[in-house]
């Protein structure tokens, strides 16, 4: 079953936040964030592997929470950089990779 | 260290013709995957290989789709023949071996088909 991503889109000023968020609903074991900017590979941010962890780098950062079967991708203070279509991937029982249909986030000067 | 190489970047065909992609993954990766991204849309898992052994091809279609890894590294994706909706960006990912689920996987930069 593939995870639900919203929004599917949104569009920022420079310096701006976002929140995308992930839901799914079986059972996750993981999730991970991809960011792809069009016409190029997904690219990985990161891995969350437990219920209640939280991490991040630089100012993108993401939570899980295993009960509600839920991820939150945080962008905060949006550089133009941050721009292209960010996908959740879940791995849960069916023990293989599912990704959301993505948000195309746009960041404008 | 060199990322996923994928070859063709890309291709045109005709319905009904034969293709082939190819895929290298990086060096050391023993699990190897073949993803499916139609136009916006997420990346939709094919097949995925643990060395020379398939994992899970739960999703490909099989009465069309084709793929095999030879001595573990290298691994073709072929399809014969193609129909309109196999227009699509095909993806190679490789990881190392781990739980699966905590494997990050590294994508290569894809092969986009386009079947008129």
């Known amino acids: 079953q593939q995870p639900v991503q919203s929004p599917q889109a949104v569009i920022l000023r420079e310096g701006e936040d976002a929140v995308i968020n992930c839901s799914s609903s079986k059972a996750l074991y993981s999730v991970h964030w991809y960011r792809q900017k069009h016409g190029e590979a997904p690219v990985f941010l990161m891995i969350?592997?437990?219920?209640?962890e939280q991490k991040g780098h630089d100012k993108i950062s993401a939570s899980f929470n295993e009960k509600k079967q839920q991820s939150s991708l945080y962008l905060t203070a949006s550089q133009l950089s941050y721009s292209g279509t960010y996908f959740c991937g879940t791995w849960g029982n069916n023990n293989d990779m599912r990704f959301g249909a993505g948000t195309r986030l746009t960041v404008k000067p | 260290e060199a990322g996923v190489a994928q070859s063709p970047r890309y291709k045109i065909i005709e319905k009904r013709q034969s293709v082939a992609f190819w895929c290298n993954p990086i060096?050391?990766?023993?699990?190897l995957y073949w993803y499916q991204q139609i136009l916006g849309q997420g990346p939709k898992l094919l097949i995925q290989?643990?060395?020379?052994?398939?994992?899970?091809d739960s999703q490909l279609p099989k009465d069309r789709f084709s793929a095999e890894r030879l001595k573990g590294v290298d691994s073709t994706l072929k399809i014969q023949p193609a129909k309109l909706e196999d227009s699509a960006v095909y993806l190679c990912a490789s990881s190392t071996p781990g739980t699966g689920w905590t494997d990050t996987q590294y994508f290569g930069p894809g092969t986009r088909l386009t079947v008129l």
């Open positions: 969350l592997l437990k219920g209640g």
């Open positions: 060096s050391g990766h023993a699990t």
């Open positions: 290989f643990q060395n020379n052994g398939v994992v899970d």
